[in-house]
């Protein structure tokens, strides 16, 4: 597979990763490797180039002249978002703009959610209208108008993404093992429903549909729609030496931030454009038993 942006350019041209420090990021960073021949993938992370920092971004752009961007960096907890709708508004749509203003002649691949819909229908195609319930989401509806309105731009919408992160605490997966380590009692709804995947299944993804170069919206997500309490139990069987205390309950109980009930979405548009099925988690899981999850 060549990716086309690295055709017939110099050894300097490089494809930038924002939030290689996150779970996504951090996994297109490692799944790029087989490309690092014929350019280079960099793997920004906060520390390293803070993406609100405009001028600063800028200038860094221009000195490295990237060939595509696949920006996943954000402000993704929800809570925080509700909290802080001003940082989440800077870093989520404000960065996102700028970036995209930057790569307006190269490939640009943002990242956005299944939340920006209302979760009242489920599998939800490219074309269902969106209602987004919570600051994140409504950050995320804004920044993928933005995006769109470049015809040579991509928006991605993914679910729950699960693995290994950097800092062991970003994956659905990985919240859920350090809460069963803490010895808490995990409350799982039953009515709460979404399509999570593995990460470097994302990050495989992503590059494929990066090398097609066939931009527009696509959603990306696991094959298998699955409840909060169902990831659970498959997680529980997946780490059996860990005391799995969870107790099911109802998204009719919850007082918080709006949470969508049924955000599962159908992923047939960018499954034509791949060379492998998605995997539903259940299938992934039991397909493989070694790989660290």
Same mark, same amino acid.
């Given at each position: 597979?060549?990716?086309?942006?690295f055709?017939?350019?110099?050894?300097r041209?490089?494809?930038?990763?924002?939030?290689?420090?996150?779970?996504i990021g951090?996994?297109l960073?490692r799944?790029?490797a087989?490309?690092?021949?014929?350019?280079?993938?960099?793997?920004?992370?906060r520390?390293?180039?803070?993406?609100?920092?405009?001028?600063?971004v800028?200038g860094?752009?221009?000195?490295?002249?990237?060939?595509?961007i696949?920006? %996943?960096?954000a402000?993704?907890?929800?809570?925080? %978002?509700q909290?802080?709708?001003?940082l989440?508004?800077?870093?989520?749509?404000?960065?996102?703009? !700028?970036?995209?203003?930057l790569?307006?002649?190269?490939?640009f691949?943002?990242?956005?959610?299944? =939340?920006?819909?209302?979760?009242?229908?489920?599998?939800?195609?490219?074309s269902a209208?969106?209602?987004?319930?919570?600051v994140?989401?409504?950050?995320?509806?804004e920044?993928?108008?933005?995006?769109m309105?470049?015809?040579?731009h991509?928006?991605?919408?993914?679910?729950?993404?699960?693995?290994?992160?950097?800092?062991?605490?970003?994956?659905f997966?990985?919240?859920?093992?350090l809460?069963?380590?803490?010895?808490?009692?995990?409350r799982?709804?039953?009515?709460?429903?979404?399509?999570p995947?593995p990460? =470097?299944v994302?990050a495989r993804?992503?590059?494929?549909?990066?090398?097609?170069?066939? +931009?527009?919206l696509y959603?990306?997500?696991?094959?298998q729609? =699955?409840s909060?309490?169902?990831?659970?139990?498959?997680?529980?069987?997946?780490?059996?030496?860990?005391?799995?205390?969870?107790?099911?309950?109802?998204?009719?109980?919850?007082?918080?931030? +709006?949470?969508p009930a049924? %955000?599962s979405l159908?992923?047939?548009?960018?499954q034509?454009r791949?060379s492998?099925p998605?995997?539903?988690?259940?299938?992934? !899981?039991?397909?493989?038993?070694?790989?660290?999850?």
């Amino acid at each position: 597979m060549a990716l086309d942006f690295f055709a017939s350019s110099s050894e300097r041209a490089c494809v930038w990763v924002t939030g290689a420090g996150g779970l996504i990021g951090h996994q297109l960073a490692r799944a790029a490797a087989p490309f690092s021949a014929r350019g280079r993938v960099h793997g920004l992370t906060r520390a390293e180039l803070d993406l609100t920092d405009f001028a600063v971004v800028r200038g860094v752009f221009h000195r490295e002249q990237p060939r595509c961007i696949v920006h %996943c960096a954000a402000l993704s907890r929800s809570p925080v %978002c509700q909290n802080q709708p001003a940082l989440a508004r800077k870093i989520n749509v404000e960065a996102t703009a !700028l970036l995209a203003e930057l790569a307006a002649d190269i490939p640009f691949i943002f990242f956005s959610s299944d =939340l920006v819909f209302d979760g009242r229908q489920g599998n939800y195609d490219e074309s269902a209208p969106v209602n987004p319930l919570s600051v994140y989401a409504e950050t995320k509806v804004e920044a993928e108008k933005i995006v769109m309105s470049n015809p040579r731009h991509t928006v991605v919408r993914t679910s729950l993404n699960g693995g290994l992160s950097p800092a062991g605490n970003r994956a659905f997966n990985e919240e859920l093992r350090l809460a069963w380590q803490q010895g808490q009692t995990v409350r799982l709804f039953t009515d709460e429903f979404r399509c999570p995947i593995p990460a =470097l299944v994302t990050a495989r993804a992503i590059w494929e549909l990066a090398a097609v170069n066939q +931009p527009g919206l696509y959603h990306l997500a696991g094959s298998q729609r =699955l409840s909060r309490w169902e990831i659970g139990q498959l997680l529980a069987a997946r780490w059996p030496d860990l005391p799995a205390r969870m107790e099911a309950g109802s998204l009719r109980e919850y007082c918080g931030a +709006p949470r969508p009930a049924d %955000c599962s979405l159908n992923c047939a548009k960018i499954q034509r454009r791949l060379s492998f099925p998605l995997p539903g988690l259940a299938d992934w !899981l039991a397909a493989n038993p070694e790989e660290p999850f």
